[in-house]
């Protein structure tokens, strides 16, 4: 897996010697007090990691003059929708109850109703083309959203990686500091890990005849922030 990786730091300054993935509150080697300058330090790293599959989201309706005709139209689009795109799914679809409303104009001759209701599920890279162009042939379906999703390997993968480079910045930080001041010593006091968040990249895909690329797709990112207390003397 190859991961991008972008660091930052304000100084601000702050520590541990062992980090859980994700620590709701401070985690403390010990409580210590600091015998020299008290440095406070923000890090925040982002990374992004490679995706192994997607997540579709279809949006699927049908209108007639009344509710039970767009229903009737709405389950025969949606025997069609299933037939074409279960096969390339992973896993089952996800389908809820459709709902219907009124459309069109005031009058009530020009009034149609809509039933409508949308459907999900993951796709693999190697069918993630194949499911957009067989949805762009079914009636009444539009693509709502095609989102990266990294595979539980990649994702443990990247946490590690910004979380030791948020501790190495974070360090470098500290003791360029120190010599700015002409200290010597650099000392970890306390690690207060934020959070390791996995956003999901959302996209939307249109729909035609061009062949649309994975490799092209925005990439699931991880953010973490770390807040560190250094001691310098």
């Known amino acids: 897996m190859t991961s991008r990786l972008w660091g930052s730091a304000t100084v601000a300054v702050a520590v541990l010697s062992r980090l859980s993935?994700?620590?709701?509150?401070?985690?403390?080697?010990?409580?210590?007090?600091?015998n020299g300058t008290l440095l406070q330090i923000q890090v925040n790293e982002r990374g992004t990691s490679r995706s192994d599959?997607?997540?579709?989201?279809?949006?699927?309706?049908?209108?007639?003059?009344?509710?039970?005709?767009?229903?009737?139209a709405l389950n025969a689009?949606?025997?069609?929708?299933?037939?074409?795109i279960q096969p390339l799914a992973l896993g089952q679809l996800t389908i809820p109850a459709?709902?219907?409303?009124?459309?069109?104009?005031?009058?009530?001759?020009?009034?149609?109703?809509?039933?409508?209701?949308?459907?999900?599920?993951?796709?693999?890279?190697?069918?993630?083309?194949?499911?957009?162009q067989a949805a762009s042939r079914l009636p009444g379906v539009r693509l709502q959203g095609m989102t990266s999703l990294a595979s539980s390997n990649s994702h443990a993968s990247?946490?590690?990686?910004?979380?030791?480079?948020?501790?190495?910045?974070?360090?470098?930080?500290?003791?360029?500091?120190?010599?700015?001041?002409?200290?010597r010593e650099v000392e970890l006091l306390l690690i207060d890990q934020r959070g390791s968040i996995h956003r999901s990249m959302p996209m939307v895909a249109r729909m035609g005849e061009a062949s649309f690329r994975p490799g092209e797709a925005p990439k699931p990112s991880q953010n973490l922030t770390l807040k560190l207390n250094y001691c310098l003397r």
Not at 21 to 34: D, I, M, N, S, Y
Not at 162 to 182: F, I, N, P
Request: glycine share 8%; charged share 30%; aromatic share 4%.
């Open 77 to 84: 689009r949606l025997a069609e929708a299933r037939q074409a």
């Open 53 to 72: 599959r997607f997540r579709f989201s279809l949006g699927l309706d049908a209108e007639d003059l009344s509710k039970d005709a767009a229903l009737s």
């Open 21 to 34: 993935a994700v620590a709701p509150f401070p985690l403390r080697a010990e409580e210590r007090v600091c």
């Open 158 to 183: 990247l946490a590690d990686q910004l979380l030791k480079q948020a501790l190495e910045t974070g360090r470098r930080r500290a003791q360029t500091t120190a010599r700015a001041l002409g200290l």
């Open 98 to 132: 459709p709902r219907s409303y009124p459309v069109g104009g005031g009058a009530a001759g020009s009034r149609l109703e809509r039933a409508s209701t949308t459907i999900t599920g993951e796709v693999s890279r190697d069918d993630y083309d194949a499911l957009i």
